[in-house]
T-cell receptor
């Protein structure tokens, strides 16, 4: 069991570029959650997805951010036209089917916008 | 939606002392309360959790207490060791509905000096 895999671990983007963050959940897990962690701050909820469905995106900024979890392949968090304020660690977590607790977190992607 | 407050933001103790971290939550429907430990540059890891039908749970040097009436829960670490130094996050969610995600507090940085 490889756990939750996130890639890349580090991502540097220039202002205005697009950032794509990938998350492969634990094998057999069907729930994926994305969180953003700013320096000296906690884990801020962004979006909760099940296969092909967005369950709760109340924490996602209204513009430039989107997420998907297709039937096949990893979950993707996409940030368009990045700005310096997007620099943060983005963590993905997954949980088993019919169970929105007992999260396993990935190692995170550290996005730096220059 | 749920709001979780965590105190203190930093805590320094001597090795062997006890450490207590407190959290309050706002949504009376929340029934699941995990605690995560995050070492510098690493992923958050679940260390203990408690459900609302239980008032206290203990695992070796770690214990968690829950007061549903007052809507607060606490993490207790006894006989602290330098390796307990990390950021600790509390969280809350309502697990009876498939559409809720964990909401985290802002974290407590625990420093244990030898």
């Amino acid at each position: 069991n490889a756990g939750v895999m996130q890639n890349p671990r580090h991502l540097v983007r220039r202002r205005g570029q697009e950032a794509r963050l990938r998350c492969s959940p634990v094998k057999g897990h069907s729930h994926v959650y994305w969180y953003r962690q700013l320096p000296e701050e906690g884990l801020k909820f962004m979006v909760y997805l099940q296969k092909e469905n967005i369950i709760d995106e109340s924490g996602m900024p209204k513009e430039r951010f989107s997420a998907e979890f297709p039937k096949e392949g990893p979950s993707i968090l996409r940030i368009q036209q990045v700005v310096r304020g997007d620099s943060a660690a983005y963590f993905c977590a997954s949980s088993p089917p019919n169970q929105n607790y007992g999260y396993t977190f990935g190692s995170g992607t550290r996005l730096t916008v220059v | 939606g749920e709001n979780v407050e965590q105190h203190p933001s930093t805590l320094s103790v001597q090795e062997g002392d006890s450490a207590v971290i407190k959290c309050t939550y706002s949504d009376s429907a929340s029934n699941y309360f995990p605690w995560y430990k995050q070492e510098l540059g690493k992923r958050p890891q679940l260390i203990i959790d408690i459900r609302s039908n239980v008032g206290e749970k203990k695992d070796q040097r770690i214990a968690v207490t829950l007061n549903k009436t007052a809507k607060h829960f606490s993490l207790h670490i006894t006989e602290t060791q330098p390796e307990d130094s990390a950021v600790y996050f509390c969280a809350a969610s309502e697990t009876n509905q498939a559409g809720t995600a964990l909401i985290f507090g802002k974290g407590t940085t625990l420093s244990v000096s030898s």
